[in-house]
């Protein structure tokens, strides 16, 4: 019995109560009455009691008794019953603890499998002592398995944040039996699922101190943080995507601007340089260096346009087009275009639908993606193909990188440009459209920035797939046409048109903040017959009109002004006279420039820079 029932029964046993209280170690009665099962008494004889001591507390009773005249119970047989009692009352309490142990065990090992992290304590040697089913998972080898490994074991590749291998004395075990410190939320990479199959924990480690401040085991907790991890990468990988967007749109702005105020800056060397080629013989020796300054130039305006098309602000007239027939009008241009050690191949689609697109446009997008294919392959022989085929986008969705583009489902032509060459690194990927980034000796590095520019200003998409050594595969997604294959056009290059220009003696206002502009103007103008009236702005350009509203034929009218832009200047000019006359004139593409015009019916639109003859001919 415990000793709560020995408590209990004190109340109606003096015996047990005298035992209990200490009277002695065994207690002993001569004239005892002896009672059977029934509680009928058999006689009076002897009884001896000791009690079931474990050394702490009593565990119960053993007694020995005998009938008046039988054997007697004597001191050497009372000691004995001591002994035998003490033996059976440390039994007892071993028992009773070696089943408290076991219910002790069996309640922390609901705990720890009930926890939501892995648990595994080691002991001051490293060995596991005890661990949870999640530790087992997370560590890639079975439950009963765990017990007695050490750390670092051989089955586990612990990694740093960084992906190296973890050094064994910063293992979160050893830290902690080093130091005897804590090690708090310590991310570790385990590698057992392989090596692209990385398990991501954040590890806590504490120690448990004996008496004497040893380190008598180590407790370690590991939370799975991978879908954390995966997340956050994602979200990272997103904000790199959205900061090299805003960054390619900045570029796209600052590029469009520099383009826009440069081809302003050559209305003034391409114009005068007309004027005085005009001026002088045709022997003169100044002929010679006046063509290189307006070649010069001409070169310039390329690049500006180059620029203009990154920006998505280039030249645009949007037009059914077969992509196949302009890679065949292309083809020899192509094949000259590429080096002597690339061979160029076509694989073009039959029955390919038409695209929405500006031709020219389209015409630099594949000149540029050839070119950069040849410049990767180098100087070693290599091949380049160009194939054209019809996908499906199903879904939409970002198609492209970077930025990346959201074309509508359904049919897409696709122009794929593949090379052999180098190929590229991931880094040297990220920085393929930037304007000016270049990996050759010799560029400018606008030509896949401007694909990028023409790609978004056609609402199409780009992908690129490369690898270092074995090359890159660009393709263009363009969404198909409604319109049906007979209202194709292929661009055929001609002359300016050379119309009579209106009447002389007409006169001609020129509103425009760039001098270069008023001196050009004023030289062709008077050439030609036309009395010109220059303004520097929208206002005073508005005052010239309503002097000379009467004589005035045709207003030239820059967009881009201080104080004043070109539509606002445009609608006082049209409140004045519905009828006026005026042609838009910006170093901008025409459909960036007119867009907001659409229903202002301009006469026109002159591009800067200009040759003197297309500005003359705008007055026919």
């Known amino acids: 019995m415990d000793e709560r029932e020995c408590r209990k029964r004190i109340k109606d046993d003096p015996l047990v109560e005298r035992l209990f209280l200490g009277e002695g170690p065994v207690y002993h009665e001569s004239n005892w009455p002896l009672v059977d099962a029934t509680g009928a008494i058999l006689g009076h004889g002897e009884i001896a009691v000791a009690a079931l001591w474990d050394g702490k507390q009593v565990r119960g009773f053993v007694s020995a008794d005998s009938l008046l005249g039988h054997a007697p119970i004597t001191a050497p047989l009372q000691e004995l019953l001591v002994l035998f009692s003490s033996s059976i009352g ?64 051989p089955a586990w590749d612990f990694v740093d944040e960084d992906g190296t291998p973890m050094v064994q004395r910063d293992y979160p075990v050893n830290a902690v039996l080093r130091t005897r410190n804590r090690v708090t939320d310590l991310l570790v990479g385990i590698k057992h699922h392989g090596p692209d199959q990385t398990v991501w924990v954040v590890v806590n480690a504490f120690p448990l101190l004996s008496p004497d401040s040893t380190v008598e085991k180590v407790v370690v907790t590991f939370t799975d943080v991978s879908a954390r ?26 590029a469009g601007g520099i383009a826009h105020d440069f081809n302003n800056l050559l209305v003034g060397i391409l114009g005068n340089a007309d004027l005085a080629l005009d001026l002088l013989p045709a022997d003169h020796r100044g002929q010679t260096h006046l063509a290189k300054i307006k ?61 929405d697109a500006d031709e020219l446009q389209i015409r630099q997008l594949i000149m540029n993606l050839i070119t950069n294919a040849s410049d990767a392959i180098g100087k070693a022989a290599g091949a380049v193909t160009v194939r054209t085929t019809v996908a499906d986008v199903s879904d939409g969705g970002d198609k492209g990188v970077p930025p990346a583009t959201e074309i509508p489902p359904g049919a897409c032509v696709s122009v794929t440009v593949v090379d052999d060459g180098c190929g590229m690194d991931e880094t040297t990927k990220r920085r393929l459209f930037e304007p000016f980034f270049t990996t050759q000796s010799a560029g400018r590095g606008l030509g896949m920035a401007a694909v ?134 910006s170093g901008y593409s025409e459909r960036e420039a007119s867009r907001d015009f659409s229903d202002s019916c301009l006469a026109g639109f002159l591009k800067k820079p200009f040759k003197g003859k297309d500005f003359v001919a705008k007055l026919s």
């Open 229 to 254: 991890r995966r997340m956050e990468e994602e979200r990272r990988e997103l904000e790199t995507q959205i900061l090299q967007a805003q960054k390619l749109e900045s570029l796209g702005a600052l």
């Open 295 to 355: 070649e010069a130039a001409t070169h310039a305006s390329d690049l500006a346009n180059q620029m203009l098309a990154y920006s998505g602000k280039g030249r645009f007239i949007v037009e059914p087009v077969s992509i196949n027939a302009v890679v065949d009008d292309m083809a020899m241009l192509l094949r000259s275009s590429v080096a002597k050690n690339v061979s160029l191949a076509f694989d073009l689609a039959d029955d390919l639908p038409l695209v």
């Open 90 to 153: 440390h039994l007892v309490a071993l028992q009773l603890a070696q089943e408290e142990a076991r219910t002790t065990a069996e309640f922390h090992r609901r705990v720890l499998q009930g926890l939501q992290a892995a648990v595994v304590v080691h002991a001051a040697d490293t060995r596991i002592v005890m661990s949870n089913q999640m530790a087992a998972d997370l560590l890639g080898v079975g439950e009963e398995e765990m017990a007695g490994k050490r750390a670092p074991d």
């Open 452 to 585: 990028l520019g023409i790609v978004r200003g056609h609402h199409a998409a780009i992908q690129v797939e490369s690898k270092p050594g074995v090359g890159t595969t660009v393709t263009v997604l363009l969404p198909v046409s409604a319109c049906p294959p007979s209202s194709v056009s292929v661009y055929q290059t001609s002359a300016p048109g050379t119309a009579e220009p209106v009447a002389r003696g007409g006169t001609v206002l020129v509103i425009d903040d760039e001098r270069s502009m008023h001196f050009v103007a004023s030289e062709l103008l008077r050439k030609h017959g036309f009395v010109p009236l220059m303004a520097a702005n929208g206002k005073e350009g508005i005052e010239l009109f309503n002097k000379h509203a009467e004589e005035i034929v045709t207003v030239f009218l820059d967009l881009t002004m201080p104080d004043m832009n070109g539509h606002r200047v445009f609608d006082e000019l049209r409140r004045r006279d519905p009828a006026v006359r005026v042609i838009l004139c």
